[in-house]
């Protein structure tokens, strides 16, 4: 079963910041917190991930509470094709393998 | 780079018929997957490869699933016989073996089984 909780659906304003929460409750202290996210009729797609310090790539922002029992996906200025089911997926970097949940889609909205 | 390339793209068969799926990854990556969609849920992992052995296979069902990869590159999925339940897209996905281990998937083969 997979070790996250996140919100069935939300919407976005285009140009607007979409923050996607996770609740990970049960997290362990070598455990990661892995986003990805699946556009429609494609493979899932790498975003971002995080141990327990704040990170920022090109595609995203992820913030981490301090007790890591929650995180936040920002994606700073949503477009159309940030439209997508965003998965939060919590493993040890070596060894465990991906458990996906049903995600968060998220429609963003012109 | 070219990325995960399957096909075929789309199957439609009836219940006890078989059908294979092939998968080619990225050039290099050691370590191939084969995940099990069903709409409106998020992929589950069939079946791990490193190189050419097996390391997970605990969710495959043996009794009609069957995978290989041969020589550590290419691998198909085969299904014999087809259930109605096993509609779903089956991806593909792989990695290096890099302290990120970021997976790569493929686009998907979408299966219906009548």
Known sequence: DAKTTQPPSMDCAEGRAANLPCNHSTISGNEYVYWYRQIHSQGPQYIIHGLKNNETNEMASLIITEDRKSSTLILPHATLRDTAVYYCIVRVSYGQNFVFGPGTRLSVLP | ?114
């Open chain 2, 1 to 114: 780079e070219a990325g995960v390339a399957q096909s075929p793209r789309y199957k439609i068969i009836e219940k006890r018929q078989s059908v294979a799926f092939w998968c080619n990854p990225i050039s290099g990556h050691a370590t191939l997957y084969w995940y099990q969609q069903i709409l409106g849920q998020g992929p589950k992992l069939l079946i791990q490869f490193q190189n050419n052995g097996v390391v997970d296979d605990s969710q495959l069902p043996k009794d009609r699933f069957s995978a290989e990869r041969l020589k550590g590159v290419d691998s198909t999925l085969k299904i014999q016989p087809a259930k109605l339940e096993d509609s779903a897209v089956y991806l593909c996905a792989s990695s290096l073996l890099t302290g990120r281990n970021e997976q790569f998937f493929g686009p998907g083969t979408r299966l219906t089984v009548l």
